[in-house]
């Protein structure tokens, strides 16, 4: 398997110009990894590296698009410098998604930006919430439509240690694999989950679908120990970017990341025609959106 990871030797957030082979690898579900490009803390917020500022009942601290602290525990002025901090982030990741993939800017929907100080191996979560397993990212109760989940993460763990990921396959060839063992669409039942507000909103076609290859990912134990992959270490003071929907991921150990989600309208990639929607419906034949 060809690595799925593009290097790239930035030092700078702002700045940086968009390059038509970045674009590519990135819509076709590679990472691009940004190996110097970290993000410094300021000497106040080393603080907050510590697991008990995160309150005991969220899973992760995060700040919405109203500037909303969510998650963390401590007083008005610690959560004001948490604020601060993660507020900080996110324009600095919004920077560099503007200067890689301009053209995104005007179809990009904010999503709440995250600090996460837990150790991802001490986690006990379900078999279906558990990252450590192969997975492309799908929401069970906020269908979209082919929507497109675009991700900056840098890691600022203060001891050096890397965030461990392991890399899989192409998203068509996922889709080859677990499309045929996909429990069939029914509309009925999607109204169903909608009327009694499991879903936000009608689940599409599409979204079951994603939904399907999310669990069968998972499910699987044989293809999680079979399926060609990589593993590969974000360094400590590292950034990088995927599509989560696309990318083939699981997160196997690390602690003390920030992350920032964009949401991108489909149809404005530079290639519609390598979107896991696209994809998709060429697979099965069919439009997997739509009324």
């Known amino acids: 398997m060809v690595s799925q990871v593009?290097?790239?030797?930035?030092?700078?957030?702002?700045?940086?110009?968009?390059?038509?082979?970045?674009?590519?690898?990135?819509?076709?579900?590679?990472?691009?990894?940004?190996?110097?490009?970290?993000?410094?803390?300021?000497?106040?917020?080393?603080?907050?590296?510590?697991?008990?500022?995160?309150?005991?009942?969220?899973?992760?601290?995060?700040l919405d698009a109203q500037g909303r602290l969510k998650g963390a525990a401590g007083d008005a002025a610690t959560q004001a410098g948490l604020a601060a901090m993660v507020g900080r982030f996110r324009e600095q990741a919004m920077a560099l998604v503007s200067g890689l993939l301009p053209d995104y800017v005007p179809a990009l929907r904010l999503a709440p930006t995250s600090f996460r100080p837990m150790q991802v191996e001490s986690r006990v979560q379900s078999w279906r919430a558990d990252d450590r397993r192969l997975h492309v990212d799908a929401f069970?109760?906020?269908?979209?439509?082919?929507?497109?989940?675009?991700?900056?993460?840098?890691?600022?763990?203060?001891?050096?240690?890397?965030?461990?990921?392991?890399l899989g396959e192409p998203f068509e060839?996922?889709?080859?694999?677990?499309?045929?063992?996909?429990?069939?669409?029914?509309?009925?039942?999607?109204?169903?989950?909608?009327?009694?507000?499991?879903?936000?909103?009608?689940?599409?076609?599409?979204?079951?679908?994603?939904?399907?290859?999310?669990?069968?990912?998972?499910?699987?134990l044989a293809y999680q120990k079979e399926a060609t992959q990589e593993t590969v270490p974000f360094p400590a003071g590292s950034t990088w970017i995927c599509f989560s929907d696309q990318a083939s991921h699981a997160v196997m150990s690390g602690q003390y990341m920030l992350e920032q989600t964009l949401h991108l309208a489909p149809g404005h990639e530079y290639d519609p025609a390598a979107s896991p929607l696209a994809i998709l419906a060429r697979l099965t034949g069919r439009p997997l959106v739509g009324v």
Do not use: C
Not at 173 to 188: E, I
């Open 140 to 166: 069970p109760s906020r269908p979209n439509y082919g929507e497109r989940i675009l991700r900056v993460f840098t890691n600022v763990n203060p001891e050096g240690q890397p965030r461990v990921w392991r």
């Open 173 to 220: 060839t996922v889709a080859r694999n677990f499309l045929p063992k996909a429990k069939p669409y029914v509309r009925w039942q999607a109204h169903a989950l909608q009327a009694l507000h499991v879903t936000k909103s009608l689940r599409s076609e599409y979204d079951h679908l994603m939904l399907q290859l999310h669990d069968g990912m998972k499910r699987d």
């Open 6 to 62: 593009v290097r790239i030797e930035a030092t700078q957030w702002q700045g940086l110009q968009g390059n038509p082979a970045w674009t590519t690898a990135v819509e076709g579900g590679q990472v691009l990894f940004f190996p110097q490009l970290a993000f410094a803390l300021l000497p106040e917020e080393k603080t907050y590296l510590r697991p008990d500022i995160r309150d005991p009942g969220a899973r992760n601290i995060s």
